[in-house]
C-alpha cells in the first residue's frame, strides 16, 4: 500500500474492516506442505480454505452429530487466518511444535484485533471454538481440515506421506483419527484411501510386530 | 488419479461426492488477470472465492437490504466453479463476450452434474441465482466480487486497470457500478478508492468533454 489517505477519508469501522481484509490477502502466500491435485505446486492457505468451506458444504450430512453448517463453514474460512503471523505448522510437526499455540494465540490478538472490537471479538470466539475441538460444529470443521490432504496426497500418489522416510499407516492413522469424532463415514473412507496408498506404495504399511520370543 | 478403484469401493453417494471435491481442485489453476496484494503473482480463482467469503462476512452489515449471510457465503464459495471448465472471463471483456454464458451454463451441466442429484440441483439453484444478480443475497454477493478485485488494482498500484490502454475511470465505474445495488456504502468506499487511485496516476481520469463550438 503506497498510503493509507484514502482509508483515512473512508474513515470509521469500514476503514479498519478493509485494512483487515487487504491484511487477510497474505494467507494466499502461506505455503502448506502438501501439493494441490495436480502435482504442479503445493497449496496455499487460502485456496486450502476455499477447498475445506466446499468439503463441509458438501459432505454435511455425515456429520456425528447434526451441525449448524454455517457456523463450520465460518470456522473453515477463519481457521486458518493466524498464520499469517504465525507461518503454517504442518501436521507431522504439531506433536513435537510447543511454540505453536503461544504463536498461533499472538498472531489472533494482532489479526482479529484489527477489526471493530464486537466483530473481532465474535470472530475470534468461531475460531477459539474450532482450535477448542470440542463441539460437534468444531469436531466436523476439523473432520473435513483433516480429510482434504489426505485425498489430496492420495491423488499425487504420496504427497507429504513420503517427507519423513519412516512415516507410515499407523503414524498416519494417529495424525488424522480425529476425522472419526466429527464422522465415523469419513474415517470409514480414508481408510480406504489409506489401504489403497499402501497397496499402491505411496504409503508405508505398519511395521512388523517384534519377532516373539 | 492413478485409479478410481478406491472411490469404487467407497461407493454411493459418498463417492460421487469426493470425485467432485477433486476436481473442484482445478480451481486453484484458474489464474485470474488481478495480482493479490503483495503484487508478486497473479491471484487464482480458489483462493479469490475464499477471500470473497470473508468480505462479506466482515462486510455483511453494508448490505443495502437485510441478508441471509449464510446464502450469500454460500453463493461465494460457489460462484466460479464453473471457471474450471469455462475458464476466467475478465470483467472488462464480459460486455464483448457473447459466448460466456453459454460456456458457463456448459460448464455447470458437467460440474454440478457429478453431485447426487438433488445436491447439484440445489448448489446449482444457488449459483442461478448468483448469475440473475437479482436477490439481495445476489446483490450484495455480487458487490463483494467488484469490490475485491479494486481493492487488489488499488494497492499494487494500477494492475488490471493498465491493461488497456484506453482505459479510465468512467469506464471502470461502468463495469463495477453494480456494487451500488448491493451496497450504497461500498460504493461509496469504492469511489473513494478511484478518486485516489486517478490521485496517483494508476488510472486514467475521465476524458475531457469536447471543446464546444
Redesign the interface.
Known amino acids: 500500500?503506497?498510503?493509507s489517505?484514502?482509508l483515512d477519508?473512508?474513515g470509521g469501522r469500514?476503514s479498519d474492516?478493509?485494512r483487515?481484509?487487504?491484511e487477510?490477502?497474505?494467507?494466499?502466500?502461506v505455503i502448506r506442505l502438501n501439493h494441490?491435485?495436480?502435482g504442479?505446486r503445493r497449496?496455499?492457505t487460502?485456496?486450502h480454505?476455499?477447498?475445506l468451506?466446499?468439503?463441509a458444504?458438501?459432505?454435511q450430512d455425515?456429520a456425528v452429530a447434526p451441525v449448524d453448517?454455517?457456523r463450520v463453514?465460518?470456522m473453515l474460512?477463519?481457521h486458518d487466518l493466524v498464520e499469517i503471523e504465525a507461518g503454517d505448522t504442518p501436521l507431522h510437526l504439531t506433536l513435537t511444535d510447543h511454540g505453536q499455540a503461544a504463536r498461533e494465540q499472538a498472531a489472533a490478538d494482532i489479526l482479529f484485533g484489527m477489526?471493530p472490537a464486537d466483530?473481532g471479538e465474535a470472530?475470534r470466539a468461531i475460531w477459539e471454538e474450532f482450535e477448542a475441538a470440542e463441539s460437534a460444529d468444531a469436531r466436523f470443521a476439523k473432520a473435513c481440515d483433516r480429510l482434504?490432504p489426505i485425498?489430496?496426497n492420495?491423488?499425487v500418489?504420496g504427497g507429504t506421506w513420503g517427507v519423513r522416510p519412516d512415516f507410515n499407516i499407523d503414524m498416519e492413522k494417529q495424525l488424522t483419527r480425529r476425522i472419526e469424532h466429527g464422522s465415523p463415514?469419513l474415517w470409514a473412507?480414508a481408510e480406504?484411501?489409506f489401504?489403497?496408498a499402501v497397496a499402491?506404495g505411496w504409503l508405508k504399511p505398519a511395521p512388523a510386530p517384534a519377532a516373539e520370543g
Request: glycine share 4%; proline share 0%.
Open positions: 500500500m503506497k498510503s489517505a484514502w477519508q473512508i469500514l474492516q478493509l483487515f481484509l487487504l487477510a490477502d497474505r494467507l494466499k502466500g494441490i491435485a495436480d504442479s497449496e496455499n487460502a485456496e480454505s476455499w477447498h468451506a466446499l468439503f458444504m458438501v459432505l455425515y453448517i454455517w463453514v465460518q474460512v477463519l477489526l466483530q470472530f482434504q485425498l489430496l492420495h491423488v500418489g463415514t473412507a480406504v484411501v489401504a489403497d499402491c
